[in-house]
């Protein structure tokens, strides 16, 4: 098959060889396979949508970024992997996104060293770097109108170093997708809901301090249905009227029956309400007489 060469790529240093790109196609699909170390190849299917000239101007482009991720020291095996996937498959504004955070990561490496106490975020940080900036108080120091210091900070950077980094520390901000947090959340091993929702808050804030005042993307990729549900509230025990009142006859310490019967915050009935001579307190879910006996 012809290969039409995509001009859209924007700083590519040269055009992919045959070498550097092959494609095939399966019961599933057009897919990809391109270098991404030396002897190192990896197939990404395509989206399956795209007509045959399409096809073949994206595996071009694949094959493009692929040769300049593989000439940049700053990135890693498995960051190429995550970019060309995204390279592969996403349209518009989100393939714009990926070209533009290569651009970024080869001319000045998302891996690079953020010196303290500069005076913004540099757009190449990954997200671990980012990360580390937020709980090291750095990001309340140059943004202090818009950016708190963190108080459970020490939890925070557990979860971050446990169960985010590992799996999209390597990610550039510019290229962080709703599709990287998902892998984080399923990494995630059995934990209660809170504890899943803390982490999703983490990534999420994250992404819309990138957003303002950091000024790193343009929209965050993570929407408010991201967020995990918490599920029904734990079930509250309370005393019946009748329970009260054997729980007073029935103890004879004073401690008890000051604790009992001293004054509470609880509203006090209207005077449309009176209390009832059967000894029913107003307010409680039922009219059961209290048993005196």
Known sequence: MSAAANRGTRGAPCPASPRDRSSATTLGGLYVRVLVGDNDRESFPLDPKLTEEQAE?????????AVRLRASPNVTRDAIVALLERAAVHEGRALRDVIAAVDVICKGGARAKVVPGGASVPKQVSIQQFGQLWTSGELARMYPDHVKPKRSVEQDVYRFDRHIYPIAGHVPVAAFTLDDAERVMRALPAMSPASRRHIAQLL???MAMAVFPCRLVAANPLPRGFLPKLGPAKAKACLYP???ARLLASTRDPAVLASRCAPTTRAQPSSQSPWRTAG?????????AIDRA
């Open 57 to 65: 101007q994206r595996k071009e482009l694949v094959a493009d970024l």
């Open 204 to 206: 999420r804030r994250l």
């Open 242 to 244: 009748d329970e009260d």
């Open 280 to 288: 029913a307190r107003p307010g409680w879910p039922t009219e059961r």
